[in-house]
Every structure is written in C-alpha cells, then in structure tokens.
C-alpha cells in the first residue's frame, strides 16, 4: 500500500494550489481519507475528511477555502487550496482509513 502526495509548493497569500494524494495497492473508495497538516514546532491537525459517499468535514481555520474531494475510479483524492494564508504554510499529509499515511508534501504560503 502506497500513498503518494503532489502538487505542494510555494504559494502567494491570496492563490491557489491543488494538492493530490494518490493510493496504490488496495481499493480505497470504501474508506474514508483525510488531510492532515504539520506546522514546524506544532502538532498533526487534521484538516479535512471525506466518506466514501463524498460527505465532507473541515477544520474551522480552513472551512470556506479549502475544499477536499476524491476520485474512486482513480484511487485518487485532491484539496483544493484557495486564499491560502500563512499560517496554513505547514507539511500536508493524505490519510485513509486512519490507518495509511503518504509521505507528505510541503505547502509554503508566503504573504
């Protein structure tokens, strides 16, 4: 089982950025998948979730701005960043079924 994140970078206040996160190995469109993010000198947080019927939960810090939705057929699952701001700069995991987790991708927001 293989989880790979993409599509983290730099980014200006105010933009936009894409991040993937796509599973090989098993069949995940019945399970639920979530992103998590890591600030230096903070904690995990979780970010956003979404079922496999597509129901979808978001921290407050991002709700409104972020949107994160999946692909079954491609094994794949996206968050769409919009009007990122500093604070969201942090590394960003794909988590599914609460029990895999991708590497992680850096997401640099500068204002």
């Known amino acids: 089982v293989q989880l790979v994140e993409s599509g983290g970078g730099l980014v200006q206040a105010g933009g936009s950025l894409r991040l993937s996160c796509a599973a090989s190995?098993?069949?995940?469109?019945?399970?639920?998948m979530a992103w998590y993010r890591q600030a230096p000198g903070k904690q995990r947080e979780l970010v956003a979730t979404i079922t496999r019927t597509g129901s979808t939960t978001y921290a407050d810090s991002v709700k409104g701005r972020f949107t994160i939705s999946r692909d079954n057929a491609k094994n794949t699952m996206y968050l769409q960043m919009n009007s990122p701001k500093s604070d969201d700069t942090a590394v960003y995991y794909c988590?599914?079924?609460?029990?895999?987790w991708g590497q992680g991708t850096q997401v640099t927001v500068s204002s």
């Open positions: 190995g098993r069949d995940f469109s019945l399970n639920s």
């Open positions: 988590n599914v079924a609460m029990a895999y």
